[in-house]
């Protein structure tokens, strides 16, 4: 009896400690319109996390390209595109990656914070963080 409440407790733990982390899935919001439009995933990979685009609710986007874009990602389907690199962690958020708005192809230097278990904070900006624009995601469930 003690041997299974040990290992109740210890699930219980492992699931809470979990759900503290950035990595996952997450829903973002569309800005106009304030509806989930897509589905990130934040994973990590060398010690960095980066994300990317796994699903995209509106059935006319399913095959969009970021025509925007520059570089490797020019003309990439968004849906799979990775939207964030490199963010390594300092403290409690991740920084020194960037962040690509596949809207208009700009990338932007960023970084992430966890303000709950369930909402994770995106700081997009030029230069410095004072001159940005903030976005929030919440736990895909």
């Given amino acids: 009896m003690i041997k299974q409440i040990s290992t109740l407790l210890l699930l219980c733990l492992a699931i809470n400690l979990n759900a503290q982390t950035i990595f996952g899935k997450w829903n973002s919001k569309d800005d106009k319109t304030g509806k989930v ?44 595109l990775n939207i964030l690199t490199g963010l390594k962690k300092d403290g409690k958020e991740w920084s020194g990656g960037e962040i690509l708005d596949p809207r208009n192809g700009k990338v932007y230097k960023c970084y992430i914070k966890l303000t709950n278990k369930n909402k994770l904070k995106i700081r997009g900006y030029i230069g410095v963080a004072l ?11």
């Fill in 37 to 80: 439009d897509s589905v990130i995933e934040v994973y990590e990979k060398d010690g960095k996390a980066f994300a990317k685009i796994v699903k995209i609710y509106d059935p006319e986007r399913q095959e969009a390209v970021c025509n925007l874009c520059e570089g490797e990602n020019k003309n990439k389907k968004i849906l799979g």
């Fill in 131 to 141: 001159f940005g624009k903030t976005a929030y995601w919440y736990r895909d469930e």
